[in-house]
């Protein structure tokens, strides 16, 4: 099956800096790759999502890159504020939908 | 609120009784899944459906659980004789597979939090 590898699980940054966090993929097949926010105590809500025919996809102050050749997606934001704060999962499946495979996660800590 | 609904979202049990949990999909979406979440990691999954068919279960979900979705609505998610390695975060999710471009993506719920002491 597919194996997902987060980097880093901690992550302290600036109020205005950015951060980027990065995961790996194992299985070529995959082609869907959604990153989610879990803030404590709450079920992961889907910030932003990127599909492998294209190698990069921007939200405001989010954006996903992906490298397909590398197997690699990366989660950038940009101008941090606190309320960014939480802890980032990434996640990849493959046409079909029918389970998706996260990371360990990396806790985003925004210091004011 | 249009969103996954899960119930209760807290539940302390003692060791060997049964718990329920339930999921109420967002209403036009033909996909549920239940995931599992430990401390510190990501979610795992453990069962999926399609309507009301179940299609695939993990390896994680012992005989101890089971999962149903009569008539392809709601699902509830049933452990038998918990044991503390039970205690996680218990979510729902759905998604409308088949659907738009963008209807694939899975969209979770709050989460049950089980505690079994």
């Known amino acids: 099956g597919e194996n997902v590898e987060q980097h880093p699980s901690t992550l302290s940054v600036q109020e205005g800096d950015s951060a980027v966090i990065k995961c790996t993929y194992s299985?070529?097949?995959?082609?869907?790759f959604p990153w989610y926010k879990q803030e404590l105590g709450k079920g992961p809500q889907l910030i932003i999502d990127?599909?492998?025919?294209?190698g990069e996809k921007k939200d405001q102050r989010i954006a996903v890159t992906l490298n397909k050749t590398a197997k690699h997606f990366s989660l950038h934001i940009t101008e941090t504020q606190p309320e960014d704060s939480a802890v980032y999962f990434c996640?990849?499946?493959?046409?079909?939908?029918?389970?998706?495979?996260f990371g360990s996660g990396t806790k985003l800590n925004v210091k004011p | 609120d249009t969103g996954v609904s899960q119930d209760p979202r807290h539940k302390i049990t003692k060791r060997g009784q049964n718990v329920t949990f339930r999921c109420d999909p967002i209403?036009?979406?033909?996909?549920l899944y239940w995931y599992r979440q430990t401390l510190g990691q990501g979610p795992e999954f453990l069962t999926y459906?399609?309507?009301?068919?179940?299609?695939?279960k993990s390896r994680l979900l012992s005989d101890r659980f089971s999962a149903e979705r009569p008539k392809g609505s709601f699902s509830t998610l049933e452990i038998q004789r918990t044991e503390q390695g039970d205690s996680a975060m218990y979510l729902c999710?759905?998604?409308?597979?088949?659907?738009?471009?963008?209807?694939?993506?899975?969209?979770f719920g709050e989460g049950s939090w089980l505690t079994v002491v």
């Open positions: 999710a759905s998604s409308d597979a088949g659907g738009t471009l963008s209807g694939n993506t899975i969209y």
């Open positions: 299985d070529s097949a995959s082609n869907y």
């Open positions: 990127i599909r492998s025919n294209v």
């Open positions: 996640a990849a499946t493959h046409w079909g939908f029918n389970k998706f495979y």
């Open positions: 209403s036009e979406h033909n996909r």
């Open positions: 459906f399609q309507n009301e068919a179940q299609l695939e």
